[in-house]
């Protein structure tokens, strides 16, 4: 029996699926593939599925994970990427967390919550 695992996708939702596609394109993620409804979105080996889908009460509660090498990086790529300024956004900068991860939070412009963080190790 073969029980090996190839892949998890989250199905992540958009409330303007044009305007969602073009957020992740100017961070930097590939869209290889859309269709009306669905796109397939990715960043190196990483990937989710991006939905024209959108229930307030569920978009608000969704929440995604980023895991990179240099989240400081990251934090200044997604400042010279101007989608603060483009899609109205809010951005905090990364703090290290008594879990063991530097992130910092990033909301896409239909309301889902991602952390992007790296490991640093626990301080316990």
């Not at 303007?16 to 796109?39: H, M, N, T, V």
């Not at 895991?67 to 200044?76: K, T």
Request: cysteine-free.
């Amino acid at each position: 029996m073969n029980l090996a695992a190839v892949e998890i996708k989250a199905f992540v939702p958009a409330r303007d699926f044009e305007r969602s596609k073009d957020f992740y394109a100017r961070i930097g993620f590939e869209i290889p593939w859309s269709s009306d409804d669905l796109a397939y979105v990715r960043y190196g080996d990483t990937s989710f599925l991006l939905q024209k889908f959108y229930v307030e009460e569920h978009t608000a509660n969704f929440m995604m994970h980023f895991l990179v090498e240099d989240v400081d990086a990251w934090y200044q790529h997604v400042i010279d990427s101007g989608v603060v300024e483009r899609f109205g956004l809010r951005l905090e900068p990364p703090q290290d967390r008594p879990w063991g991860l530097r992130d910092f939070p990033l909301v896409d412009p239909s309301g889902v919550l991602w952390r992007v963080g790296q490991n640093i190790g626990s301080e316990a």
